[in-house]
């Protein structure tokens, strides 16, 4: 699956679990996945399906107790994150990964203005003084379409939209030209025109700077527009993964299938109810012996409630890359969007 020379992160066998007075909770189990440079990998579930978790573990985030790291290699530029000391990897955090967090009101500290806490940034990873970091924290506010960034600096937060503290974040994540950035979330809780506005200015500036970007979202119109490979997550495992074109095309996992007819269409039937996938997400903390979304799935047969299926290989003659799927009836699916499609070819 790609060029491993490109890979600027790999992830191998990655677990986590939450000790918690209900039981243990195995939020990550087992998530294997890689990101090369200069692309996007939109990583997609239903809240509570482990994406956020993810991206949490591979920065060291994850809060001890009840966090617990079991297993995996978060594999980056030779080293194994997972393996390096606190020291160590606030060198590396912030500075050649950075994160964007959901909510960029909690993210920002209330009581510094917006220039302490992005010079913060360049004094703790440049050795910058206060007075060099200025002029280049006003020039990345500029970058990420902020008006008048000098007078931006001596804002607090609260004084700024939800947009602005938006590309506040971005421009923080940026200061140091990362390697990797992983987005969790970025267009929470924006409107829609604000939210094109934030996907357009990451899409520029991943041109710009040739930055991997990982996209945290549940939001499929946005994975569709900006992702080049997707990774769909359910009950803390992958469930399949493949480029954008092929999951949008033909989904082979239920899952996923279920996740793409759950957007709402500009063209159909205004009166129809939209879809949505039965049931709802298992409890993490007592996942059942077989596949996990068996109880919710349309195709699930007999032998899905008691063998977990693997992440394996898929045969798909119309792919465009390699496809990996977690289904044992994916054949089936893939079977069944192939006999719904019109003689043409066309979309159904």
């Known amino acids: 699956m790609g060029d491993s020379e490109n890979r600027v992160l790999e992830v191998k066998d990655l677990s986590v679990r939450f000790d918690t007075h209900q039981g243990t909770v195995r939020a ?8 090369e440079e200069g692309e996007t990998l939109g990583l997609v579930g239903e809240s509570g399906s482990g994406k956020s978790v993810t991206n949490l573990a591979l920065l060291g985030l994850i809060p001890n107790p009840p966090g617990v790291i079991d297993s995996g290699q978060v594999l980056f530029d030779g080293k194994d994150l997972l393996k390096l000391s606190i020291h160590e990897m606030r060198k590396i955090r912030g500075n050649r990964i ?67 503290r938006q590309r506040v974040m971005i421009a923080m994540a940026l200061l140091c030209d990362p390697k990797i950035l992983l987005a969790d979330e970025p267009t929470t809780a924006l409107d829609v025109t604000i939210q094109a506005q934030i996907l357009e200015l990451m899409a520029k500036l991943q041109k710009d700077h040739g930055t991997a970007i990982m996209l945290v979202t549940h939001d499929m119109g946005v994975v569709a527009g900006q992702a080049d490979r997707v990774n769909v997550m359910y009950a803390g495992r992958l469930a399949e993964t493949a480029s954008t074109k092929d999951l949008f095309d033909r989904p082979m996992h239920p899952y996923s299938k279920g996740l793409l007819e759950s957007v709402p269409r500009l063209f159909g039937d205004a009166s129809g109810e939209l879809f949505s996938v039965p049931g709802q997400p298992p409890d ?36 465009t890359s390699e496809r990996l799927v977690a289904c044992t009836e994916a054949a089936r699916v893939l079977a069944a969007d192939l006999a719904a499609e019109p003689a043409d070819g066309g979309a159904s």
């Open 28 to 35: 990550v189990d087992g998530v294997s996945f890689y990101i």
């Open 98 to 164: 950075s994160m964007i967090f959901q909510d960029p009101m909690t993210s920002l500290n209330p009581l510094l203005t917006i220039e302490q806490q992005l010079a913060e940034v360049l004094e703790i990873h440049r050795g910058m003084s206060r007075r060099e970091a200025r002029p280049l924290c006003a020039k990345g506010l500029g970058e990420v379409g902020i008006p008048s960034p000098e007078k931006c600096l001596d804002s607090y937060p609260h004084e700024l939209s939800g947009g602005m």
């Open 284 to 319: 993490l903390a007592s996942l059942p012996a077989g596949c996990a979304f068996a109880p919710r799935c349309s195709y699930a047969v007999d032998a899905c409630t008691n063998t977990r299926p693997e992440l394996t290989v898929q045969i798909d003659a119309n792919a």
